[in-house]
C-alpha cells in the first residue's frame, strides 16, 4: 500500500461514525475514526502503532465503501500512471523501427541530417556532419510535431475512453427495467421466508456502493407485517441462477408482528431456502406488535449460520434502555434481556436495571428468572402475556427494600408511607386489548413494611386521648407493618393489618376507593408499665386528608 496516500470518509463512513451498528469490529473503528482527509496511510500507522492492522483495516474500510481515497491523491496518482506510460512508450519509440531506413545517405532539402539504421520514426539519434545530405526523396520528419498522436497523447485517449465506459456503465444501470423482474424476486422471497411477499418497487442504487434496493415490502396474506426497506449488498451476484451467496443485507423501517417474527427462517425451528444464503442482516428501526401494543424501536444485526438460522443476533433500542438479544430454539424464539434506565410503555415507574430469560412463541410471551432494580428496591418474579383471544396477562414475583415513599408515589401519591417494603405480590388482567387489560388488574400482596412512618393517621394522640376524641392529620412511627391488600379494578382491600410501634400496637382492616375516598376500623392498644388501654378508631376520609375517630 502506498504510504503517501490520503483517505476520507464516504458519506456512508460518516454515518458510520454516527451509528455504531453499522462499523462494530474494534480495529476498523479505530482507525475509521482516525481518517480525516489529512494523514496519510504513513501518518496512520505512526499514530496507530500497528501497520498491519492499519493497512488491513484500510483495505476492508475502502472496500466496504466506508472510505476512499482524497481527490487529490486520485489525480495525482493518475498523473503518476499516465506520466509512468508516457515515460514507457518514449523509451520504446527510440528503439523502433517504423520510419524508413536508407543505407547512404543523400542530401534533401538543404538539411544537413540523415536518418540512422536505429532512427525512431524517421528522426535521426546521432546528429551528421554538415558535409552529409539526407537521401533525396525522404521526408526529414515522418511523424511531425503536429501529428495526431502529439496533439491526442495516449493519457487523453485513457481517461476518454474510461469516461465513455462509465457513462454506458451508469446509464444502463439507470434505465434498465428492473421492475420486470419484480415477479421473480417475489418469488424467491416467498420461498426464502416461507410466507407471501408482496415488493412495491425495485431499484439499483450506485452510490455510495451498488446496492439493490426493494422498497415497501409486505409479508403475510394479512400484509399486516412491513419492511420499509431491503437493501442487497454485491447485487452482482445474484445474477444468473442460484444458489446465492450474499455478505449483508440492510432492513429498515420494520413492523412485524410476534407470530411472523417467531415463522421467519432465522428464528424457526426450519432452514431457509437452499438457493439462498446470508452472512449478515443488519436491523434499523424495527417494531414487534405483541397484540395490539408495538415494542420501542430496536436497532441491531443478525449472524446467520449456514442453513439461515440465527447464531447471533443483538438489538437495543435507540437510548441503549434496552437490550435484547435473540436466538433460535425448537420451541421459539429464546431471548435475553438486559435493561438500564428502561420505562415500560403505561408503567407509572422505570427500571433502574433488569435482568430477565424470555421465549417468545405464537400468541404469547413468557418472562421468566426476572431480577430488576425497580423502586428503591429488588423485584424478582416471573410474566406472562397472551394474546391469542384478547389479552390476558398473569405474573407473579418477590418484593425486598423498596422505598415505601417511591411505591406510594407511584401508585397512591396521596398516601404518604415511608420504609422498607417487601412481601409477596401475584398479578392477573384480562382485556380487549392491552389499554383495556391494564385497566383490569387485579393483584394480591402480603406486604411488610420495616422501620418507617405512616403520614395523615396518629394512633399515639388518639389512645391518649380516648373516648370520643376526633384526630386529624400527625403521623405514626411503628417498627413494623403487615397487611394483605387486594386490587380489583382500582379499588384497594386491607385485610389483617398489624402495626408494631413498641408500647403501642394496632390492628384493623380498610378500603381505599377509586376516588381516594378511605373507610376502616382500628383497634389500638396503648401499654405502659403499669396498664394498657385498647382504644377502637374509625378511619374515614380522603387519603390526602384523613381522621381517626375514637368510639365511645
Not at 403505561?346 to 431480577?371: C, I
Not at 382485556?431 to 383495556?436: A, F, L
Request: glycine fraction near 10%; hydrophobic fraction near 45%; proline fraction near 4%.
Amino acid at each position: 500500500m502506498d504510504p503517501a496516500i490520503v483517505y476520507v470518509k464516504t458519506p456512508v463512513g460518516d454515518e458510520a461514525v454516527r451509528q455504531s451498528t453499522r462499523v462494530v469490529q474494534r480495529n476498523l473503528r479505530m482507525v475509521l475514526l482516525q481518517v480525516d482527509g489529512c494523514l496519510s496511510v504513513e501518518e496512520l500507522i505512526a499514530k496507530i502503532g500497528n501497520q498491519r492492522l492499519v493497512e488491513g483495516a484500510l483495505k476492508e474500510l475502502e472496500d466496504g465503501g466506508f472510505i476512499t481515497v482524497s481527490a487529490e491523491a486520485q489525480a495525482a496518482r493518475a498523473e503518476k500512471r499516465s506520466s509512468s506510460l508516457v515515460e514507457r512508450f518514449s523509451a520504446i519509440s527510440q528503439f523502433s523501427t517504423f520510419g524508413p531506413q536508407s543505407a547512404s545517405p543523400v542530401a534533401h532539402s538543404g538539411h544537413s541530417q540523415a536518418t540512422s539504421s536505429f532512427s525512431s520514426f524517421g528522426k535521426p539519434i546521432f546528429p551528421l556532419a554538415k558535409s552529409e545530405a539526407v537521401p533525396p526523396g525522404i521526408d526529414e520528419e515522418v511523424l511531425p510535431a503536429d501529428s495526431f498522436m502529439s496533439r491526442f497523447p495516449l493519457r487523453r485517449w485513457l481517461i476518454g475512453a474510461a469516461g465513455l465506459l462509465l457513462l454506458s456503465a451508469l446509464g444502463g444501470l439507470f434505465l434498465y427495467p428492473y421492475e420486470r423482474f419484480r415477479p421473480a424476486i417475489e418469488g424467491s422471497l416467498s420461498r426464502m421466508l416461507g410466507t407471501q411477499v408482496k415488493v412495491g418497487e425495485v431499484q439499483v442504487v450506485v452510490f455510495p456502493r451498488p446496492r439493490l434496493s426493494l422498497s415497501d415490502v409486505r409479508l403475510g396474506n394479512a400484509s399486516d407485517s412491513r419492511i420499509a426497506l431491503i437493501s442487497v449488498g454485491s447485487p452482482y451476484v445474484l445474477l444468473g441462477k442460484g444458489p446465492y451467496r450474499i455478505t449483508d443485507v440492510e432492513l429498515s423501517g420494520i413492523s412485524l408482528s410476534a407470530n411472523q417474527l417467531v415463522d421467519l427462517p432465522m428464528f424457526g425451528a426450519r432452514p431457509m431456502a437452499a438457493e439462498w444464503s446470508i452472512e449478515r442482516v443488519l436491523v434499523e428501526r424495527a417494531t414487534v406488535a405483541l397484540g395490539d401494543m408495538s415494542t420501542p424501536e430496536f436497532s441491531g444485526e443478525v449472524l446467520l449460520k449456514k442453513d439461515g438460522t440465527a447464531e447471533k443476533a443483538a438489538f437495543r433500542t435507540a437510548d441503549g434502555g434496552l437490550r435484547v438479544a435473540a436466538m433460535s430454539s425448537e420451541q421459539g424464539v429464546m431471548l435475553n434481556m438486559d435493561a438500564l434506565g428502561w420505562k415500560p410503555v403505561a408503567m407509572p415507574f422505570a427500571f433502574d436495571s433488569m435482568q430477565a430469560e424470555g421465549l417468545l412463541q405464537k400468541n404469547r410471551l413468557l418472562l421468566q428468572k426476572v431480577e430488576a432494580s425497580v423502586l428503591g428496591g429488588i423485584l424478582r418474579g416471573n410474566w406472562l402475556v397472551d394474546w391469542s383471544a384478547g389479552m390476558v396477562m398473569a405474573g407473579e414475583g418477590s418484593l425486598s427494600r423498596l422505598d415505601g415513599r417511591k411505591v406510594t408515589a407511584a401508585f397512591a401519591p396521596s398516601l404518604r408511607l415511608e420504609g422498607d417494603v417487601g412481601g409477596a405480590l401475584r398479578m392477573r388482567a384480562t382485556g380487549e386489548g392491552w389499554q383495556g387489560m391494564l385497566g383490569n388488574i387485579e393483584a394480591s400482596l402480603d406486604a411488610e413494611l420495616g422501620r418507617g412512618m405512616l403520614t395523615g393517621l396518629d394512633l399515639g394522640e388518639v389512645a391518649r386521648r380516648g373516648a370520643g376524641a376526633v384526630v386529624r392529620s400527625g403521623a405514626t412511627r411503628f417498627d413494623k407493618l403487615n397487611a394483605h391488600l387486594d386490587i380489583a379494578k382500582g379499588r384497594v382491600t386491607v385485610r389483617g393489618l398489624q402495626l408494631d410501634a413498641g408500647l403501642m400496637t394496632a390492628s384493623g382492616r380498610a378500603t381505599v376507593e377509586t376516588d381516594g375516598r378511605v373507610d376502616g376500623v382500628l383497634s389500638v392498644v396503648a401499654r405502659s408499665s403499669v396498664s394498657s388501654v385498647r382504644v377502637p378508631a374509625r378511619i374515614s376520609g380522603q387519603l390526602s386528608d384523613m381522621s381517626l375517630s375514637a368510639s365511645n
